[in-house]
Nanobody
Framework: QVQLVESGGGLVQAGGSLRLSCAVS????????IGWYRQAPGKQRELVAF????????KYDDSVKGRFTISRDNAKNAVYLQMNSLKPEDTAVYSC???????????????WGPGTQVTVSS
């Protein structure tokens, strides 16, 4: 079983940038797809982006396409989410998850990090 810990959240003005990190422990990291999710108050958790085990497949929700970039460093057991041109509607708790990529569709696994808060002020 993998364990995940997010970091890098904070308060930023609209138009600013943040880089989130997801540190993953466990022997299955290099064979796991990793998804970044977010949950805003009163809303359901949504998948923002995911990356396949070797980084060959990256997919984004339309709301962040062109602004967010997901990457991974398998040597460091880490996944990153670079967030640029942030908007107030990006405000949420961001969590990473270890799951599976099947033909370009992400299936979440049972392991979640505690999350990191991102707040974008207008």
């Amino acid at each position: 079983q993998v364990q995940l810990v997010e970091s890098g959240g904070g308060l930023v003005q609209a138009g600013g940038s943040l880089r989130l990190s997801c540190a993953v422990s466990g022997s299955t990291f290099s064979s796991s797809a990793i998804g970044w999710y977010r949950q805003a108050p009163g809303k359901q958790r949504e998948l923002v982006a995911f990356i396949s085990p070797r980084g060959l497949v990256k997919k984004y929700d339309d709301s962040v396409k062109g602004r967010f970039t997901i990457s991974r460093d398998n040597a460091k057991n880490a996944v990153y989410l670079q967030m640029n041109s942030l908007k107030p509607e990006d405000t949420a708790v961001y969590s990473c998850n270890a799951g599976t990529n099947v033909s370009g569709t992400y299936y979440s696994g049972g392991s979640w990090g505690p999350g990191t808060q991102v707040t974008v002020s207008s």
